[in-house]
């Protein structure tokens, strides 16, 4: 018997620390990766506008915030005639709906008219059916989606229309960033999972062709959304299953992760927000595994990066468990010292991970302008494995649901914690921009 556990656990080590392993790699893809890197940078002349642009804002409770973003929208930089803005609610959402109006008809006195609300009043209430009633409103060449509390960035029209012009595709995954990183403890790593996510992990996947696009700052040519029915409405996660059905269609998908033209947004304002939006994303990518779209991808490595991709939220589950586990046998279990040892690679990979991170949290505090105080440091190395074993508890959370058949959508809160007083967003474009300009 304890020959058989000995086994089992490097069995178990190996599989963990390779796992572990490749999403490092993955993190710092385009860091080790010069060509991914300038290819993730937006580019430095825009050409004319040419492209039409319907926004989809699908919302749901999103009273705080919606009339902001509808604004910021509207007023971004690209010309009106070539702009249609969708704010899409179900019926049953008062308070959003009459924030939604009041806004659209102060905008109305300014002349501003191409803005229009859509109310939905049938099943099933969730982000992929409100996208789907939007979408045949929409009159758009490129459709996109924005969250009802993104900042997006005034001049990301433009720069999409400019790829979307140049090269010839018909997909572009902008960069998301969550922004409020000292608002709680889980706030910093929420927050650099998304900085890695985009500004690397996306690129490793555009590149293999096999990609789960995000859920807003993805531009679509609307023709090809329409010739594939839309986005699933069944599914928690629509965004990785459309991004995978793309792909197996073989359209190439590009993804640009520039910091200047990041959309903004926020982490859940709780902790039991934060699980219950990670339960949603994790079931969905179980949804995706067991729906099977991954398995038409053309080539075996595609297939296989898909089915680890969507497979994630179980080996995240036995990670979280087995972390403390590892640990506790490396004092407790007199071993022989090769298990031993073995035993204990995944927890030097995790703080491997844990110390990509802290550079990570530096680069991207440099990158928007703020500053990382050296008890951020500290805070993040005694929440690290907490934070690990609240992402292990959202992945059998996520499990339970899956198996007992509940699909409900769990809205997350927002309420705005990402956004600053505009005169000091004016005042950091103006200084990105003259950064730019001097070639820095």
């Known amino acids: ?16 620390s390779i796992q572990a392993g490749h999403v490092l790699y993955m993190m710092i893809y385009t860091w080790d990766q010069p060509e991914a890197e300038q290819q993730a940078k937006a580019p430095d002349e825009m050409v004319e506008p040419y492209l ?38 179900s019926a049953d959402d008062i308070g959003t709906i009459e924030q939604a109006e009041r806004k659209i008809d102060e905008l109305s006195y300014e002349g501003i008219t191409n803005v229009e609300l859509i109310v939905f009043d049938d099943q099933p209430i969730n982000k992929p059916h409100g996208l ?28 999409v229309n400019t790829l979307m012009v140049n090269e010839d595709v018909r997909i572009v995954q902008a960069g998301v960033q969550l922004m409020n990183y000292e608002t709680n403890w889980y706030s910093t790593f929420n927050v650099l999972e998304y900085f ?32 594939i029915g839309g986005w699933d409405e069944t599914n928690l996660t629509e965004d990785a299953e459309i991004g ?13 992760y520039d910091d200047r033209y990041v959309t903004q947004e926020e982490t859940p304002p709780t902790l039991r927000q934060f699980i219950r939006q990670r339960t949603r994303w994790n079931q969905g990518f179980m949804q995706t595994l067991a729906k099977g779209t991954w398995k038409d991808l053309p080539t075996f ?36 010292v090769p298990v031993a040892l073995l035993s204990f690679v995944p927890v030097l ?54 198996l007992s058949g509940e699909r409900n959508w769990e809205k997350t809160q927002h309420v705005g914690a990402h956004r600053q007083p505009q005169a000091e967003v004016d005042d950091f474009l103006d200084l990105s921009g003259q950064e730019v300009e001097s070639g820095a």
């Not at 304890?2 to 190996?14: N, P, W």
């Not at 804002?57 to 007023?75: F, G, K």
């Not at 690129?203 to 990609?211: C, G, L, M, T, V």
């Open 52 to 89: 039409s642009f319907t926004a989809i804002l699908p919302a749901r409770h999103e009273e705080e915030v919606i009339a902001a973003t509808i604004d910021r929208v509207v007023r971004s930089n690209y010309p009106a005639t070539l702009l249609q803005v969708l704010v899409v609610c």
């Open 132 to 159: 789907n009633c939007a979408l045949r409103y929409a009159t758009g060449d490129v459709v996109t989606i924005f969250d009802a509390e993104d900042e997006m960035h005034p001049d990301i029209f433009a720069v």
């Open 349 to 402: 990979l995790l703080t491997a991970h844990f110390i990509t991170a802290v550079i990570g949290l530096y680069e991207f505090t440099e990158a928007h302008g703020l500053r990382a105080s050296p008890t951020i440091v500290v805070k993040m190395a005694l929440t690290w494995i907490p934070y690990q074993l609240v992402l292990a508890y959202a992945a059998v959370r996520a499990l339970r649901r899956q």
């Open 1 to 16: 018997m304890e020959s058989l556990v000995f086994a089992v656990l490097v069995v178990i080590s190996i599989l963990l």
């Open 196 to 227: 890695f996510w985009f500004k690397s992990r996306l690129h490793y996947h555009a590149k293999h062709r096999s990609i789960p696009l995000g859920g807003n700052t993805v531009f679509f040519s609307r023709e090809l959304l329409e010739q």
């Open 301 to 336: 490595n595609q297939r296989a990066l898909a089915f680890y991709t969507l497979s994630f939220p179980y080996v995240q589950a036995i990670l979280g468990l087995y972390t403390p586990l590892a640990l506790a046998m490396v004092f407790l279990v007199e071993a022989p």
């Open 244 to 256: 995978l059905r793309m792909s197996a269609l073989g359209e190439p998908i590009r993804v640009i």
